[in-house]
């Protein structure tokens, strides 16, 4: 890792006392966010403040996400249109970040193609922000460093998006290699953050006041598998359930080829854990969880689910699905609909296959059409609009406790929450209750949420 000191305190020396402004724009997972939110805290001790406007910044950096080719398409129509705002402000300074970056087809087309881009800067060197930022400032013309600095995220500073919602990395890349998937390619392999510095900043956050602790992994289900057996997932979720406060706990990613009876046992054990699981299933089919490399089938995957719906057969599970994987029959689709369909989520994402040059399933024959993937993307969103709707019945009449996040889009006077089952509830309610906890009583149930009044707090 890179002693910053020297560095920031020379660029605020070249900026003297003028005000600059930086808008910084996260494209990507809540691990990007979190990235994103470290950028703008070693960003605020190098003097900058921020803005929404991008007119108006001095520094634009863009933490970009690899994961679909929608998401890289949609950071080049961007990076295009800015080539305007340099024109107009030829001081401007523009980064990009993420993990588009770790692709060194995507690096070479930014430096080729968009001159107006001025520093690149790696998943693992966002540390190294100050010294391409001074470069650029003494004249180098473009920085790029996509070094490795390991795991610095302890000592980096961060401005957290929310005050009451506070996602911490537990561990960074992915070993699982999902034949369709970019993500180890741009992250790296797995490397787990030292069990005391995780719950020293959950209980600093907590202190803080934070309501809501999101434990982030690629994979949270094989943490510590490199800290030579120290402490495993379900181990540190019980030490954080320990820590005093009133916050809830929540993780994300788990897969299903490690989620073990520890880990259910601890969900259910930690009265601070969410009584919700996110389990990516991806596909109801063998073959195509074969082809994908994911290391269960669907009646092993079936198993986790019934040993959860045997403690509670009310469970809340979500899940991501793969439409239209390379040679996807109908059958195969007709598979994932059964599972959907037996499981019964409170909610899936759901995304259209997308082809990631450098994986294995990039170089799988697809015969399957662009149109066929739509329509059967289409049904299944029909599909479990269904089940939502009177999967969510079941809540009615119970008081769900909620953490009140937002004012309503659709319907004036009324708040929007997460429950601790990760169901979107609605209700009426004053704005000053957004960051609290309240009880709910539910009335009604839609397709996308829950609907009640407030009944405590
Ligand atoms: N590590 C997490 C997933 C991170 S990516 C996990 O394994 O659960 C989030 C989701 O994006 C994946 O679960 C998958 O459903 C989807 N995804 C990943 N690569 C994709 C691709 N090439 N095309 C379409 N969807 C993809
Ligand atoms: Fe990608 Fe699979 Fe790793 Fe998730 S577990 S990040 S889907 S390779
Ligand atoms: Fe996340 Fe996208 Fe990177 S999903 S890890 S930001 S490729």
């Known amino acids: 890792m890179n002693d910053n000191r020297s560095v920031i305190e020379e660029i605020n020396s070249i900026y003297g006392g003028r005000e600059r402004l930086a808008y910084v724009r996260s494209f990507g997972c809540q691990l990007n966010v979190s990235d994103g939110e470290k950028i703008k805290g070693l960003l605020s001790e190098m003097g900058f403040g921020f803005t929404e406007d991008e007119t108006k910044a001095d520094l634009i950096i863009l933490n970009t996400c690899a994961v679909r080719e929608s998401a890289e398409d949609r950071v080049f129509g961007i990076v295009g249109s800015m080539k305007k705002l340099k024109e107009l402000k030829p001081s401007l300074i523009i980064g990009i970040a993420g993990c588009m970056t770790a692709q060194s087809h995507i690096a070479e087309k930014i430096k080729k193609s968009y001159p107006q881009v001025d520093i690149v800067l790696g998943t693992s060197a966002i540390s190294g922000l100050p010294a391409l930022l001074l470069d650029r400032l003494r004249g180098v013309r473009f920085g790029e460093d996509i ?3 390991g795991d610095f995220s302890a000592a980096v500073p961060q401005i957290r998006e929310s005050a009451f919602k506070a996602s911490v990395p537990i561990m960074f890349g992915c070993n699982n290699f999902c034949t369709y998937c970019i993500v180890p390619y741009v992250r790296g392999r ?7 510095d995780i719950i020293a900043e959950v209980r600093g956050l907590a202190a803080q006041g934070y309501n809501e602790i999101m434990l982030l992994g690629q994979n949270v289900n094989s943490y510590g598998n490199d800290l030579g057996g120290e402490m495993s997932f379900p181990q540190l979720l019980r030490e954080i359930n320990a820590i005093e406060g009133d916050f809830i706990i929540r993780f994300m990613s788990s897969h299903p080829k490690d989620a073990s009876d520890e880990l259910i046992d601890a969900i259910f054990d930690c009265e601070k854990v969410a009584k919700h699981l996110h389990l990516p299933v991806q596909s109801g089919s063998d073959d195509v969880l074969r082809r ?7 009646e092993k995957y079936l198993s986790i689910v019934d040993r959860i719906y ?7 599970l979500t899940t991501d699905i793969i439409v239209g994987f390379p040679d996807e029959t109908d059958e195969d689709f007709r598979a994932t609909l059964d599972i959907i369909k037996r499981v019964r989520y409170d909610n899936i994402y759901s995304f259209i296959y997308s082809k990631r040059s450098g994986t294995k399933a990039a170089e799988m024959p697809d015969s399957t059409s662009d149109e066929e993937k739509s329509c059967r993307m289409r049904e299944l969103l029909e599909v479990q609009r269904e089940i939502s709707s009177e999967h969510y019945k079941r809540f009615i009449g119970r008081t769900m406790r909620v953490l009140a996040d937002d004012v309503s889009k659709k319907k004036k006077g009324f708040l929007t929450g997460k429950s ?4 979107i509830v609605e209700f009426e309610g004053d704005e000053s209750l957004i960051g609290q906890f309240v009880d ?15 009944v405590g707090r």
């Open 310 to 316: 045997e403690r509670d057969p009310d469970f809340s």
């Open 292 to 298: 994908m490399n994911r290391r269960y089938t669907a």
């Open 190 to 196: 797995e490397r787990s953050r030292r069990p005391e």
């Open 420 to 423: 601790n089952e990760f169901i």
């Open 440 to 454: 709910v009583e539910i009335t009604g149930a839609m397709n996308w949420a829950v609907t009640g009044r407030i």
């Open 147 to 149: 070094a490795e600095y």
